[in-house]
């Protein structure tokens, strides 16, 4: 009887499965404002959390003028060219940290994810606002409004897997003439 328990045992751990380390999770960013910096050619999109320490960036690049015109773009998430990277650090992330010419030393990145695969829908939208003016007529103001989502997103880092099947990363707003 003890060899067949053994035997059991031997043949569990032979057909156990292993799912490559695949996580599923949900980013904690909904309460946070999408910021930007950047231009047409690289725009740089990104939320930080500092409650718990983390960021999400997106680095676009394009040449289409996707916070200055009304229309919908399509963009292909990879390793290179339009990046997404999940980070997390190990002490508050200062507002300058994606948008410095030389990225500050600190603080130190804990885990980095990279982007492998994806896709980056954006929609940008002008909204028509009705501001009171210090007169008594009242002037409009145009908004344009771009919302960037995710579809089918995957992070990787060091061998653990993050998939999003859609995020929303959020929506930046300008005001046009």
């Not at 725009?43 to 289409?64: C, G, H, M, P, W």
Request: charged letters at 25%; glycine letters at 4%; aromatic letters at 12%.
């Amino acid at each position: 009887m003890k060899h067949f328990f053994t035997l059991l045992l031997a043949a569990s751990l032979f057909f156990s499965c292993d799912d490559g380390d695949i996580i599923v999770t949900s980013f904690d960013f909904e309460e946070i404002a999408l910021e930007q910096c950047g231009d047409v050619g690289e725009y740089i999109f990104y939320k930080i959390n500092n409650v718990n320490l983390e960021a999400l960036s997106l680095r676009l690049r394009t040449q289409d003028s996707i916070l200055f015109k009304e229309g919908n773009w399509t963009y292909s998430i990879d390793e290179s060219n339009n990046t997404v990277n999940y980070r997390t650090f190990n002490e508050e992330i200062p507002e300058i940290y994606f948008c410095s010419f030389i990225p500050p030393t600190t603080p130190t990145i804990e885990r980095d994810y990279f982007s492998t695969q994806g896709t980056l829908v954006v929609t940008s939208q002008i909204t028509e606002t009705i501001l009171p003016d210090e007169g008594t007529e009242q002037d409009t103001t145009y908004v344009l409004s771009t919302s960037l989502d995710f579809v089918n997103l995957r992070l990787v880092s060091s061998g653990e897997e993050l998939t999003e099947e859609s995020l929303d990363m959020g929506t930046v707003e300008n005001t046009i003439d």
